[in-house]
């Protein structure tokens, strides 16, 4: 077994129960998606591994510890740099997310293409957001996208920046 279906199989007993916002898709089709649109750019093993674990320490009961003894040092280590350091904190919304934005621009590349493929996903997956959250979304995605720009992967840049259009014309 590969160590891309052996974090499938961990990241589908972890979001077990779970859905994306619309209530109906489980939760699991979003890392897998995530990892797929990294294999365009990178067949690393283990940033496709923490592509799909990305959302199992923030969303589910699951550990550093834990990633690091089923799929290593270096898995474990991306996994832990995409979960957001707001988690738990009880700051406003804005104040978080910049928090995460500037924790993820100090990021090494493989983290921060990491985040921009499931970026690229979250705007492609609206169904079920409200027009409120979907234009907040869009504004976090544009400074992220700022942040990001020239620092990551010219593919995922380009994805990121025309699913951000995209947005902007659905909200037109």
Known sequence: MTMIDKAIIFATR???GQTRIDGETPYIVHPIRVMLRMKSVTDDPAMLAAAVLHDVIEDCEVTANEIEREFGVVVAALVEMLTNPSKGSTAPRRERKIMDINHIAGCPIEVRIIKLADRIDNLHDLKGVKKDFMELLL????????????RTHRTLEARLAIAIEEVREKLA
């Open 139 to 150: 504004q976090e995605s544009e400074v992220l996208y700022a942040v990001l720009v020239g």
């Open 14 to 16: 972890a979001h077990a």
